[in-house]
């Protein structure tokens, strides 16, 4: 019974082994993964619906984009979705891959540039996609975490844009996945990109009432 037992625990270890080599694996992070540096940035004060991408001067590669919104610390969180194509990577909204989300860092607590994870980046594991597969397309999304109670896209997806949010465009990994044999391939298509959100109710209802205000004024 003992022999059994043993026999059957070194099988299920075995098949649980040969399940996770069989994901695909492949490295993310926007700070030194494939060498790119792609500060992510929150909302622009002025514009909070306004959306830009693209690397600034002081990213690598250097970029020309201008961001007026703060570079994020550790109150946001971003998070990689990947699938075999673009479409599956649109209607993923859970991050089923393992190691999947992060927090950004504070630079006066880890001494890393605010906007940026950690140095090195992750290793994650592609779930459902096996390793060797060619073509996987990635996103990277990040949101404010609001103290940590936002922890997936689904749940920025539910607020309607009222918790800010941003993405990146969906890339193409440059090499197939990898399946615990050589390095995985890095997000390093990556590119900065700022983070929007939809003006609180009450001041989209100022800013109606000022301009009644303005238009009664005229009137008379």
Same mark, same amino acid.
């Given at each position: +019974?003992?022999?059994?037992?043993?026999?059957?625990?070194?099988?299920?270890?075995?098949?649980?082994?040969?399940?996770?080599?069989?994901?695909?694996?492949?490295?993310?992070?926007?700070?030194?993964?494939?060498?790119?540096?792609?500060?992510?940035?929150?909302? =622009?004060?002025?514009?909070?619906?306004?959306?830009?991408?693209?690397?600034?001067?002081?990213?690598?590669?250097?970029?020309?984009?201008?961001?007026?919104?703060?570079?994020?610390?550790?109150?946001?969180?971003?998070?990689?979705?990947?699938?075999?194509?673009?479409?599956?990577? +649109?209607?993923?909204?859970?991050?089923?891959?393992?190691?999947?989300?992060?927090?950004?860092?504070?630079?006066?607590?880890?001494?890393?540039? $605010?906007?940026?994870?950690?140095?090195?980046?992750?290793?994650?594991?592609?779930?459902?996609?096996?390793?060797?597969?060619?073509?996987?397309?990635?996103?990277? %999304?990040?949101?404010?975490?609001?103290?940590?109670?936002?922890?997936?896209?689904?749940?920025? +997806?539910?607020?309607?844009?009222?918790?800010?949010?941003?993405?990146?465009?969906? $890339?193409?990994?440059?090499?197939?996945?990898?399946?615990?044999?050589?390095?995985?391939?890095?997000? =390093?298509? $990556?590119?900065?990109?700022?983070?929007?959100?939809?003006?609180?109710?009450?001041?989209?209802?100022?800013?109606?009432?000022?301009?009644?205000?303005?238009?009664?004024?005229? %009137?008379?």
């Amino acid at each position: +019974m003992k022999t059994t037992l043993a026999l059957a625990v070194l099988l299920f270890g075995s098949v649980a082994f040969s399940d996770l080599r069989a994901q695909g694996q492949f490295q993310w992070g926007n700070n030194g993964v494939g060498g790119i540096v792609a500060r992510i940035y929150g909302v =622009d004060p002025a514009n909070p619906l306004q959306t830009r991408i693209g690397n600034a001067a002081n990213g690598t590669p250097v970029g020309t984009q201008v961001y007026a919104g703060p570079l994020l610390g550790s109150a946001y969180t971003a998070g990689i979705y990947v699938g075999r194509t673009a479409a599956e990577v +649109m209607v993923n909204i859970q991050t089923p891959q393992a190691n999947g989300t992060a927090q950004f860092r504070n630079s006066a607590t880890t001494g890393l540039p $605010l906007g940026t994870l950690v140095t090195g980046g992750f290793a994650a594991i592609a779930d459902g996609i096996p390793g060797g597969t060619p073509g996987v397309n990635y996103q990277l %999304r990040a949101w404010d975490n609001r103290n940590g109670t936002v922890t997936s896209w689904a749940q920025v +997806m539910a607020s309607g844009g009222t918790i800010a949010s941003g993405q990146s465009e969906i $890339l193409v990994f440059g090499a197939v996945l990898g399946s615990g044999v050589g390095t995985p391939p890095p997000t =390093d298509g $990556l590119r900065s990109f700022q983070l929007t959100v939809v003006p609180e109710p009450s001041l989209i209802a100022l800013g109606a009432l000022g301009l009644g205000a303005l238009l009664l004024r005229r %009137r008379k």
